[in-house]
């Protein structure tokens, strides 16, 4: 009696397997960064800041949380041809040697240094969709020495949505797209919360290193009340966006104004051909077509990309939030030596 209940069993344990396998990823949750990889990541940017630099991101991915355990830079080179096969040696160099001294090797993304936020461009989409080739899932972070400079710890982890990759992969970023699959401006990027995890040996280490007074020269950066060129910048390049929407603005309305005068022109020929049909009817000769492939006025006019529209849209709101926030904490501050001058 046992035989005869094995196939049955092997068969449900198949059925079971294969609809493990059929079930939708799950989604990520949480980026979990070793504290040694958040300072390698610190020290690259910081070194080499104002310029912009980046580099190999390593770890596991383990369900809905990605674990960046280890990093490495990449070297600063010319862009042409030959670079981008140095660099690409470099790679590979790089994770067979960690490999040899048993390190997590495996690439779930890249990070990259900004300045005031300002990394939402072509060339990051560009770079998560060379990446999503061969990466299931995959992040990007992005750290800010300037905006770090006022005490706070900017970094971010990013993705793109799944709904803007599958519209940017058939380039359908057109407005009839757009609107059909309720896709804004703030559906481009999604930003994944970000844990940062140590062993216990270096909790241990760093309780001892810890200095016996309370407050600390972090502390100390947040009272600064010289937050002018900060904001200066900011509204720099703020005002520099604004040019930039302008610009996208004015491709459209040119767009528009083509489309218009485009459409009024096959409505006159159209007419016309009518006229004529009806002429050529009454005289017993067969009508002509009332659409001519070969006339340029048929010629469909190209939609311009949305996404440049969009991306600079977000850059917007990220330098209005910046300035929100910088400016609400300086208000904080003054109030604070407003009620000091008074005691």
């Known amino acids: 009696m046992a035989n005869p209940?094995?196939?049955g069993g092997a068969r449900s344990f198949l059925q079971a397997v294969s609809k493990v396998t059929e079930e939708a990823p799950t989604p990520l949750r949480v980026v979990q960064m070793e504290g040694l990889a958040v300072l390698k990541i610190i020290k690259h940017c910081e070194e080499f800041a104002p310029a912009l630099v980046t580099g190999q991101l390593l770890g596991l991915d383990v369900g809905s949380v990605l674990e960046v355990t280890n990093c490495f830079p990449f070297p600063i080179r010319e862009e042409d041809d030959e670079a981008d096969a140095d660099g690409a040696n470099y790679q590979l160099e790089m994770m067979r040697c960690l490999r040899e001294v048993n390190v997590d090797n495996n690439t779930i993304g890249w990070y990259q240094s900004c300045l005031l936020g300002s990394f939402q461009t072509v060339e990051l989409?560009?770079?998560?969709m060379n990446y999503q080739e061969s990466i299931r899932r995959c992040v990007c972070i992005v750290y800010d020495p300037s905006r770090s400079s006022q005490g706070v710890l900017a970094l971010k982890a990013l993705k793109l949505t799944d709904s803007f990759m599958d519209l940017y992969r058939n380039n359908g970023l057109t407005g009839e797209k757009l609107r059909e699959k309720k896709l804004s401006w703030v559906d481009i990027f999604e930003e994944i919360p970000i844990?940062?995890?140590n062993s216990a040996l270096v909790s241990a280490f760093m309780k001892e290193l810890e200095p016996e007074s309370p407050v600390t020269q972090?502390?100390?950066?947040?009272l600064k009340l010289s937050t002018a060129p900060f904001m200066e910048r900011n509204l720099e390049f703020l005002i520099g966006c604004m040019d930039d929407l302008s610009s996208e603005q004015n491709k459209f309305q040119y767009y528009y104004r083509n489309l218009s005068r485009q459409q009024s022109q096959q409505q006159a020929w159209l007419q016309k051909r009518r006229q004529e049909n009806m002429a050529r009817k009454a005289a017993g000769e067969e009508p002509l077509p009332e659409e001519d492939p070969s006339n340029p006025i048929f010629k469909p006019i190209p939609e311009p990309s949305r996404l440049e529209g969009y991306l600079v849209t977000n850059q917007i709101s990220s330098y209005c939030n910046h300035i929100n926030g910088v400016a609400g904490?300086?208000?904080?501050?003054?109030?604070l030596m407003k009620a000091l001058h008074e005691d």
Not at 218 to 222: H, N
């Open 5 to 7: 209940a094995a196939p």
């Open 125 to 128: 989409i560009e770079t998560f």
């Open 195 to 197: 844990k940062v995890s």
């Open 218 to 222: 972090c502390d100390f950066d947040r």
């Open 329 to 335: 904490q300086n208000f904080n501050r003054l109030y």
